[in-house]
């Protein structure tokens, strides 16, 4: 842990409390938008911690409004389909959601707001020009891939205040005791991968 930093650094209760009514927890509910739901989370997290660097928390109350997770899905299926050429009904990695970003931004919750998937399971409703102006204002700046090590972990969270990660999912997570994941049977990686997830860590506790 970096000199300095409590061991319980950025706790997940105590982050929640100071951001207030400006953060949320996100639902994908039976969508398979994860990645659209955790990186709108990021979004959000990275709008407030510029203002509260400021010393502004009325202009973060004022100017922040939640991101659309279904807009930021909807542009990593667009990447998707056109790395793949053909129509993507499941998006692959946290690049095509990094990627449909940088290239189209992302515009607030109220201007697009989740909707179900069509028919067919594939695509959201299409792109509005009030949506895509507004998702203009709200664009991707530097980021950092993070190597799967706990101390690195620790230094991103003190510099960057949140992590967008993807993981393969196991039987601990069906299951969790007390809201805790529990581990893998095989410490090697192999027990029962049931598919992967994306999601946002904001700190830790031990």
């Given at each position: 842990?970096?000199?300095g930093?409590?061991?319980?650094?950025?706790?997940?209760?105590?982050?929640?409390?100071?951001?207030?009514?400006?953060?949320?927890?996100?639902?994908?509910?039976?969508?398979?938008?994860?990645?659209?739901?955790?990186?709108?989370?990021?979004?959000?997290?990275?709008?407030?911690?510029?203002?509260?660097?400021?010393?502004?928390?009325?202009?973060?109350?004022?100017?922040v409004?939640?991101?659309?997770?279904?807009?930021?899905?909807?542009?990593?299926?667009?990447?998707?389909?056109?790395?793949?050429?053909?129509?993507?009904?499941?998006?692959?990695?946290?690049?095509?959601?990094?990627?449909?970003?940088y290239?189209?931004?992302?515009?607030?919750?109220?201007?697009?707001?989740?909707?179900?998937?069509?028919?067919?399971?594939?695509?959201?409703?299409?792109?509005?020009?009030?949506?895509?102006?507004?998702?203009?204002?709200?664009?991707?700046?530097?980021?950092?891939?993070?190597?799967?090590?706990?101390?690195?972990?620790?230094?991103?969270?003190?510099?960057?205040?949140?992590l967008?990660?993807?993981?393969?999912?196991?039987g601990?997570?069906?299951?969790?005791?007390?809201?805790?994941?529990?581990?893998?049977?095989?410490?090697?990686?192999?027990?029962?991968?049931?598919?992967?997830?994306?999601?946002?860590?904001?700190?830790?506790?031990?």
């Amino acid at each position: 842990i970096p000199r300095g930093v409590p061991r319980n650094f950025l706790r997940l209760d105590q982050k929640w409390t100071d951001f207030g009514s400006l953060l949320r927890v996100r639902d994908q509910e039976s969508q398979q938008s994860c990645i659209g739901e955790s990186l709108a989370t990021i979004v959000d997290i990275q709008r407030i911690e510029s203002y509260r660097h400021l010393g502004d928390q009325k202009g973060a109350e004022a100017q922040v409004k939640p991101a659309s997770a279904a807009m930021l899905h909807a542009m990593a299926l667009e990447i998707e389909s056109i790395e793949f050429g053909q129509p993507a009904s499941e998006i692959y990695s946290l690049r095509s959601g990094l990627k449909g970003f940088y290239n189209a931004g992302v515009c607030s919750e109220a201007t697009w707001a989740a909707r179900p998937l069509q028919a067919n399971g594939a695509t959201f409703d299409s792109i509005s020009v009030d949506a895509t102006k507004e998702a203009r204002s709200v664009t991707l700046g530097a980021y950092y891939r993070v190597r799967s090590f706990i101390n690195d972990f620790h230094a991103a969270l003190v510099e960057a205040g949140a992590l967008f990660v993807s993981a393969e999912l196991h039987g601990g997570w069906r299951m969790p005791e007390a809201g805790v994941i529990g581990s893998c049977p095989d410490k090697h990686g192999s027990g029962d991968p049931s598919g992967g997830h994306a999601f946002v860590i904001v700190g830790y506790d031990r």
